[in-house]
T-cell receptor, first 111, second 115 residues
C-alpha cells in the first residue's frame, strides 16, 4: 500500500537555526498537505500544495512540492521556541479523501 | 463555530469493557474521519464517512471496532471488547469538500487507556 515517510524522525536545533523536514511518498500524489501538532495537542493544518514544483511561503516557513509530485519539504528559517512540535505531511491515496499521514518529524528548539 | 468536538477527553477502562467515543463535526462539513495515534504506529486513518456514509473502513484494525454516523452532526467509534493494545489517542476530523484548501479540522482527541 501507499507509504509516506518523513526524515528526520527527530531534530533538535538551537533557537535561530534553520530546520528542514523531508517527506517522500511511494506513489505520485495529486496534492500534499502539511500539519503541525504541538505537544499534547491535535494536528493543525498548515498548507496544501497541488502543482508540480510548487513553492509556498508562510512567514518563516517555506513549503515545496517536488517536480514528480512524490516528495515535499518544509523549511523553517530562524527557528523560534514556538515552532516546537511534530510536523506531518499527508497525501491522498489514489485520488480519494483517504489521507495517509507521514511518520512525522518532531522538532525541539533549544533556547 | 466551536470546531470539532470530541468526548470524552480522557477515558480509562478495564480490559473487556465496551468503550464509545463521540464526535461532533463542524456544521456543514461533509467528510468525517477517525484517526488513531500511537508512538509506534503514528497517525492511522481508521475509517472515513462522506455524507454520513462509510466510504473506507479498511483501517479498522479488527471486528472489535465499529463506527457509525447516524446524522451529519454526530459520529461514534465503539470498541467492544477493549484490550490494552487499544490504548491510544483517537482523533476525529472533519472536512468540507468544496473548500479550496481541502484541510481537515481535528478535534482535541480522546486519550484512551485500557488497563
Amino acid at each position: 500500500g501507499q507509504q509516506v515517510m518523513q526524515i528526520p524522525q527527530y531534530q533538535h536545533v538551537q533557537e535561530g537555526e534553520d530546520f528542514t523536514t523531508y517527506c517522500n511518498s511511494s506513489t505520485t500524489l495529486s496534492n500534499i498537505q502539511w500539519y503541525k501538532q504541538r505537544p499534547g495537542g491535535h494536528p493543525v493544518f498548515l498548507i496544501q500544495l497541488v502543482k508540480s514544483g510548487e513553492v509556498k511561503k508562510q512567514k518563516r516557513l517555506t513549503f515545496q512540492f517536488g517536480e514528480a509530485k512524490k516528495n515535499s519539504s518544509l523549511h523553517i528559517t530562524a527557528t523560534q521556541t514556538t515552532d516546537v512540535g511534530t510536523y506531518f505531511c499527508a497525501g491522498p491515496w489514489a485520488g480519494t479523501y483517504k489521507y495517509i499521514f507521514g511518520t512525522g518529524t518532531r522538532l525541539k528548539v533549544l533556547a | 463555530d466551536a470546531g470539532v468536538i470530541q468526548s470524552p477527553r480522557h477515558e480509562v477502562t478495564e480490559m473487556g469493557q465496551e468503550v464509545t467515543l463521540r464526535c461532533k463535526p463542524i456544521s456543514g462539513h461533509d467528510y468525517l474521519f477517525w484517526y488513531r495515534q500511537t508512538m509506534m504506529r503514528g497517525l492511522e486513518l481508521l475509517i472515513y464517512f462522506n455524507n454520513n456514509v462509510p466510504i473506507d473502513d479498511s483501517g479498522m484494525p479488527e471486528d472489535r471496532f465499529s463506527a457509525k454516523m447516524p446524522n451529519a452532526s454526530f459520529s461514534t467509534l465503539k470498541i467492544q471488547p477493549s484490550e490494552p493494545r487499544d490504548s491510544a489517542v483517537y482523533f476525529c476530523a472533519s472536512s468540507f469538500t468544496f473548500r479550496v484548501r481541502g484541510e481537515a479540522f481535528f478535534g482535541q482527541g480522546t486519550r484512551l487507556t485500557v488497563v
